[in-house]
């Protein structure tokens, strides 16, 4: 019994550490991709699944990769329950719950197996995979790691737009086309905007922690009170986005789904406008987020569906 409970409390601290709440932003671009792919009837089921394993490994090896350079680097020092549990780190490494030699290892493991699946894909179907897979890793292994440090210096939030909508996106798209164009690209910016928003509200509680160790990202740069109406503009400026592709053909109508999202992005808004300044209030716009997040994305995926 005490051997099952302990095996039970160290899959427990690997789950904490994978942070399983944000895998739907690796793989719902990848499922999207896969739905145009489908509504065009070029859906390849078995490199789907291969692309969504990768962007799975991916992005729980990037969570893990961000939050052990965000501990080297000491952004991250708050342990478990004296922080917001949507930003930050995953608490595992302040807290000595996982060693830091351990998570570096299965880093190592999940990026290696994306490469494997990538290189397979690319023998497969088209060199072309490849590319736009490297262009991913640079933007996930350069987020947080040297030399260039994108979250550090400002490039952040425009590098999870990219990576999580862009590069993603057209990805998951490639291995069924084999060629790219505009309108997969206009598709694509539906899940960068809403990572865009996530990273915003993500970024708020966490502004005296990235102020002291100079991460010098958007609520570094321009405060907490600048950056919650800056995520607020950019709510109405998505759903905006949305209508005018309904409007332009370049969605199917039945992608106005995505409008039974409102309502959580509503109550983002407005606990973000009143608690701003208090990183544990601030909490149920975080979760509001993530749940506005993968119903927008889920309709959306719906409406080319259906």
Not at 19 to 37: D, E, T
């Amino acid at each position: 019994m005490k051997i099952a409970t302990n095996q039970t409390t160290i899959l427990g601290h690997w789950l904490q550490a994978s942070r399983l709440k944000f895998l739907p932003q690796g793989i719902m671009p990848i499922l999207l991709a896969g739905a145009v792919a489908h509504s065009e009837g070029i859906f390849k089921p078995f490199y789907f699944i291969i692309t969504l394993l990768a962007a799975s490994a991916v992005q729980i090896g990037l969570t893990m990769f961000s939050d052990t350079l965000d501990f080297a680097y000491g952004t991250d020092r708050k342990k478990i329950g004296a922080k917001n549990p949507f930003s930050g780190g995953s608490g595992v490494l302040t807290s000595g719950i996982i060693a830091s030699k351990q998570i570096l290892i299965a880093i190592f493991i999940l990026y290696l197996l994306a490469l494997l699946l990538a290189i397979y894909l690319a023998l497969e179907v088209d060199i072309g995979v490849l590319w736009i897979a490297v262009i991913g890793a640079v933007i996930s292994i350069f987020y947080s790691a040297k030399p260039f440090r994108f979250a550090y210096h400002g490039l952040g939030e425009l590098m999870m737009f990219l990576g999580y909508g862009l590069v993603l996106t057209t990805w998951g798209y490639f291995v069924h086309s084999i060629q790219l164009n505009y309108v997969i690209l206009l598709i694509g910016a539906i899940p960068g905007f809403l990572m865009w928003t996530m990273i915003l509200i993500n970024e708020i509680p966490d502004y005296e922690e990235d102020r002291a160790a100079d991460k010098k990202n958007i609520v570094y740069r321009i405060g907490p009170k600048h950056t919650k109406n800056l995520f607020i503009a950019s709510l109405v400026g998505l759903y905006i986005y949305i209508t005018t592709l309904i409007s332009l053909g370049v969605i199917p109508p039945y992608c106005t789904l995505a409008f039974l999202g409102l309502p959580l992005a509503f109550k983002a808004a407005a606990v973000a406008n009143r608690y701003y300044l208090d990183p544990l209030k601030i909490i149920p716009a975080n979760r509001f987020m993530i749940f506005t997040y993968s119903l927008t994305m889920t309709t959306i995926i719906i409406g080319f569906l259906i």
